[in-house]
């Protein structure tokens, strides 16, 4: 394939219309087992591809290069083959900035909780600490150097004013569940969850209910792609084109829902 995605289980992705959405084009969603990634990436036989859960850190040791963005983080979503040669950038990082701005949530200042610990978690917090939060909590089942639980989190940070859902916690086919409460979070003041199949996860729409801010991951989704092809393609795109597609997108998941 020249372009596309892998992870492991990309039923649920809009990353193919998305992308011939912005750019001419064919895309392939290529799932992978976890037996099957390491052959795929020493082959590399590919123009350019983006990453999803859960290979977004185990691509890491297989590239040739990486931009500061995507070191930093410690996590990949965009990978470019020039010449032979695997270079890695993070364009979840841009993505999550923009679907912020686009919604007015400022995190500088205040604290916030991200739930999840995984690559996209990453991602998030790095944007958080670049627009100036004041705490970043992170948050996930096992504690680890990196996380506390739930447990330490209720107990101790229930005056959080932005919380990130990073974790799977809600997504499709799983709509049903939340990861947290958010009447245990009385100070919340806004909620964006990663996730955008289905397009309102419960989380956000407690956080609607509640009459706080809650958005959900499409937005962050078709913003990330579209860097994405800017580095697939070595061009520039009209960030407007952003807005269009994610409202198409939109209206065209409604009609089938």
Known sequence: MDYGLIGEKLGHSYSKEIHEMLADYTYNIHPLSREEFKGFMEKHDFKAINVTIPYKRDVIPFLDGMDENAEAIGAVNTIV???????????????????????????????????????ASKAVA??????????????DIIKTETSITYDECFEK?????????TSPVGMYPKSGASPVDLKKFPECEAVADVIYNPLETKLVAQ???????????????????????????????????????????????????
């Open 81 to 119: 083959n020039k010449d032979g040669k695997l270079y890695g950038h993070n364009t979840d990082f841009s993505g999550f900035m923009y679907m912020l701005k686009q919604h007015n949530i400022n995190p500088e200042g205040k604290k916030c909780v991200v739930l999840g610990d995984g690559g």
């Open 126 to 139: 790095a944007v958080l600490r670049k627009m100036e939060a004041s705490e970043i909590v992170v948050v």
């Open 157 to 165: 940070h229930t005056d959080a004013k932005i919380i990130v859902n």
């Open 207 to 257: 956080a609607k209910e509640i009459g706080i801010t809650g958005v959900n991951g499409l937005e962050m989704l078709v913003a990330q792609a579209l860097y994405a092809v800017e580095f697939f393609l070595e061009t520039k795109l009209d960030e407007a084109k952003i807005d269009e597609v994610y409202k198409k997108i939109y209206n065209d998941k409604l009609k089938e829902q």
